[in-house]
């Protein structure tokens, strides 16, 4: 594994620690702040810019008791200053009167400003077994 690879999988942990936690500071220090970042949560619409972003992860939050999110790693590229990752997500999610046991499979495109990686899009499918 390169250095580069290593940041990258350093950058998409904090980005699952702060998902896992509900923690908004956090997931603001992993996405670029620009209007180009998008995300797509499994079975939704597709979110452009921090704004909307930011607001889905609040609702999701704010809705959320208990999170526990496991990743498995399938691919990591790197070039120069883009890199993705291809992983399956297993989420745990518990809100005020269910449990949801979910996997999905999801992309993570990260791209290096400023000599730090951000993430710019997100996007997470179902996965069905």
């Known amino acids: ?3 580069v690879q290593a940041e990258i999988l350093a950058v998409n942990e904090n980005f699952y620690r ?4 509900k923690n908004l500071e956090a997931m603001s220090q992993v996405w670029s702040q620009g209007t180009a970042s998008h995300c797509i949560h499994p079975g939704r619409n597709a979110l ?3 704004k909307q972003i930011r607001d889905s992860w609040e609702v999701i939050f704010k809705n959320t008791k208990y999170l526990e999110i496991e990743i498995e790693i399938i691919h990591t590229e ?4 883009t890199a993705y990752i291809v992983l399956v997500e297993r989420v745990l999610q518990a809100s005020s009167n269910k449990t949801i046991k979910a996997e999905s499979i ?4 990260f791209e290096k400003m ?3 990686w951000y993430l710019i899009h997100h996007h997470g499918s179902p996965l069905v077994r």
Do not use: L
């Open 106 to 109: 999801a992309t993570n495109i």
């Open 78 to 81: 790197v070039r120069d200053t």
């Open 1 to 3: 594994m390169t250095d």
């Open 48 to 50: 452009r810019g921090w």
């Open 18 to 21: 702060a998902f896992e936690k």
């Open 114 to 116: 400023a000599g730090k």
